[in-house]
């Protein structure tokens, strides 16, 4: 058995729930808003940063959803994780 370590990025539950809660405003289903997180993209995910960020720069929203996006460790919804491959 072999392992790797990986950071796992997770959005947090005040930035998911932020995103259903404005996503209908701008003009996303559900069934979209679901679809969209689920691929975790990138683009949509920077409209809501456009606009928690508007909002306010220094929420956790914010900076949540800017760490996903860049890839960064702000401290928020990130995790040391193993990923097991090979057999």
């Known amino acids: 058995m ?4 990986a950071n796992e990025f ?3 539950n005040e930035s ?6 404005h996503a209908p ?3 996303y289903s559900d ?3 679901e679809e969209y997180l689920a691929a975790f ?3 949509f995910l920077k409209v809501f940063y456009e606009k928690a960020k508007a909002e306010d720069e220094e ?3 914010t900076k949540d959803l800017d ?3 860049n890839g960064h460790a702000y401290g928020y919804g990130t995790r040391f994780c193993l990923l097991r491959y090979g057999r």
């Open 16 to 21: 998911v729930e932020y995103i259903f809660r």
């Open 31 to 33: 069934e979209e808003t």
């Open 67 to 69: 760490a996903f996006i």
């Open 25 to 27: 405003e701008l003009g």
């Open 41 to 43: 993209d990138r683009k």
């Open 59 to 61: 929420s956790i929203v």
């Open 2 to 5: 072999s392992y790797i370590r």
């Open 10 to 12: 997770t959005l947090r």
